[in-house]
């Protein structure tokens, strides 16, 4: 708190004179939200155990207006940590993250996509969670031709909610504005190789970082939201002499360099309204560089990238009742050709954890510190990898502050395919089902800038998790266990202003 206080403090010097020397201008927005959970069963075993925890985070979004057409943004999160404890971070032993795992632990050694599966809590450079850090800070300049966006700053969002991260890297971003479209080019440093520690310092590390390229376009106009995304990776950190890695956790002396193609479209026809998500991955997930000898030799030497994602919503408004019908496919690995991946390296996102508060859930999946079953799906994470979702909800409004809603979803994986070896696929799951779980939420205004939220999640446990211990371990080839349900009752506490 004292952090805090200093920070604060600071900030207001820094307005104070700014104000008196240049008229800077200072807005303030931002949240803080608090939640309890009880779950009954996170290990979904027939003699489990339940656990309950509350956790919170507060947020800063200070923007300092230079001149007109001229701002610096930021970024400040503070006090995010589960109640009581000692910890400011999810300790390692646990799997663990934080809030912005992607964006604070990027291990360039690993190999994944773009949503966070590069990262790892025991990488050559792990950050951990702090009291107060200041997650991002972009300048922002209009010019004749356009707009500049530069520094940390959202990444991986695009379109829907759908295959969206919410991470935070270095960006520099250009947009111009055509009538009602929007054109823009992007460019991502992910990792820097040159002054990692851990590396060989003899290689060449000037063309061995994670970078990526984007274009893009917007249409917006007359109800219509579309979109087109071509986004290119270049993830060169495990060429020669990036060392690291074994046959067992990747390909020693390669790159990646594959594409996406993502279109979108958001649509209202009067009390109907649409969105729909597509992506198309392709290219190089894996590429050597030089001929591998040995236990390696018998590995592909390029590894090609063919993946998918779909995702679909429609709802209809009735006066102040809403229905409507949700459903998602991300394309998983069935290992069949070890030349070829079909696994989508972006997953639907974490911020797509809106469809349940169980499965997949990666507020649940962080504050569980990893221990809820369901939501570290293995093989498939809070980031829903490798899975396919359907969902039916409806909601009311009975009065304009209150709002009553209930979703039933029904989950499966899109590959049951579990492990490989270089002769094929060794295990496959008894059921491609994760389950059922019905949602009940309710949702009150106390004031315009706060709510209040109750919920209750019932998980009728699917076959697939037989194939998992009560840890997410794989069990051996031809045993199983006895699964049970799972409920969860949560209550939240959301601040914005």
Known sequence: MKKLLVVLLSLGLIVAFSTAASAVDVRFGGSYYATGFYEDNPALATDGYSHAAVYQRGRLNPVFVIAEGLTFSNRLDFLEKQWGSTLMYRPVGAGAADD???????????MGGPGGSSTSATGNNPKVQENIEW????????????????????????????????????????????????????????YENDTASGVNVSANLTDADKDTYALFGIYNARGIEAGLLYKYYNYASLRPGMGG???????PGAKQSFNLLSPYVKAAFGPFYVEGEAQYWFGKYAQYEQPQTGTLAALPQDV??????????????????YVGLLGAYTSGNDMSDPSETTANPGGAGNNFSTVALILMSQWFDIWNQGNSL???????????????IYSTFAGINPTPKLNLEANLIYATVAEKA?????????????????????DLKATYKIYDNLT???GAGYLWTGDYFKNF????????AGTTREVDNDYLLMNQLTLSF
């Open 100 to 110: 912005q795992t992607a964006s604070r632990r990027q291990n360039g050694y690993a």
């Open 135 to 190: 997650e991002r800070a972009w300048v922002t300049f209009n010019t004749a031709f356009g707009q500049f966006n530069v520094g940390y700053q959202n990444v991986d969002d695009w379109g829907t909610d759908y295959g969206d991260f919410s991470n935070t890297r270095p960006k520099v971003s250009f947009t111009t504005q055509l009538g009602p479209v929007t054109l823009g080019v992007a460019y991502e440093k992910v």
């Open 245 to 251: 890695v074994t046959a067992t956790t990747g390909y």
């Open 304 to 321: 090609d990238l063919r993946a998918f994602g779909l995702y679909l919503k429609g709802q209809m408004n009735i006066g102040p009742a």
């Open 374 to 388: 369901a939501a570290a799906i293995p093989g498939l994470t809070s980031a829903k990898y490798n899975n396919v």
């Open 418 to 438: 579990l492990s490989r070896s270089t002769a094929g696929v060794v295990t496959n799951s008894d059921s491609d089902s994760l389950g059922w779980e019905l």
């Open 452 to 454: 209040y939220m109750v």
């Open 469 to 476: 211990s009560k840890t997410g371990a794989l069990m051996a």
